[in-house]
């Protein structure tokens, strides 16, 4: 079945650094993968996506890269800062073009100041 | 302008009670989807509404859920009647109707429903 893996664990890091996340997937072929921050007791907010024919995107402090032969996309928080603290959910189109959205457990990072 | 609103934003409800969530769209959002994220979980999807016409219902748990969307605007998600494993997090997601599908999601802040 479609699986997607995202870092298990919670991702702590200092002001200032590239934060680095992963998302994993196995079992398919998505044409295209979505990146949201999710803050405590609200929905999901839109970041960012990719196509499958697109390596690199890049908006502001965030760059999405997305190999579809390793299966795998990583996201990255450039110069972060405290207020990026989140969980950020790795989502994939389930291949059905209804915008039928497949998420990931989510990352929770924490920048410290 | 207004981003998609959900209600109530908590309902806890004794199992076997009957509960409806309500949630409003963006205007002119043609696209309506439902999600559901239970504790430890990822964000399941539920169904998915093309205005007033359901397009993908393949994510309902079973048939004590019913969802609507008359008229193409706002839409509810009934559960009847309520079990413990109902608990969670509902989330609404809509977006415009545009080519594959492959836009933006803009949802809602959750309705969090405890089963007790």
């Known amino acids: 079945s479609q699986k997607i893996e995202q870092n298990s664990e919670a991702l702590n890091i200092q002001e200032g650094k590239t934060a680095t996340l992963t998302c994993n997937y196995t079992n398919y072929s998505p044409a295209y993968l979505q990146w949201y921050r999710q803050d405590p007791g609200r929905g999901p907010v839109f970041l960012l996506l990719?196509?499958?024919?697109?390596k690199e995107k890049r908006k502001e402090r965030l760059k999405v890269t997305f190999d579809t032969t390793l299966k795998q996309s990583l996201f990255h928080i450039t110069a972060s800062q405290p207020a990026d603290s989140a969980t950020y959910l790795c989502a994939l189109d389930s291949g059905n073009q209804g915008g039928k959205l497949i998420f990931g457990q989510g990352t929770e990072l924490s920048v410290k100041p | 302008e207004a981003g998609v609103t959900q209600f109530p934003s908590h309902s806890v409800i004794e199992k076997g009670q009957t509960v409806t969530l309500r949630c409003d769209p963006i205007?002119?959002?043609?696209?309506l989807y439902w999600y559901r994220r239970v504790m430890g979980k990822e964000i399941k999807f539920l169904l998915h509404f093309v205005k007033e016409s359901k397009q993908d219902e393949s994510g309902m748990p079973n048939n004590r859920f019913l969802a609507e969307r008359t008229g193409g605007t706002y839409s509810t998600l009934k559960v009847q009647p309520a079990e413990l494993e109902d608990s969670g997090v509902y989330f609404c997601a809509s977006s415009p109707l545009l080519g594959l599908g492959d836009t933006e999601a803009f949802f809602g802040q959750g309705t969090r429903l405890t089963v007790v």
């Open positions: 990719i196509r499958e024919n697109e």
């Open positions: 205007s002119g959002h043609d696209n």
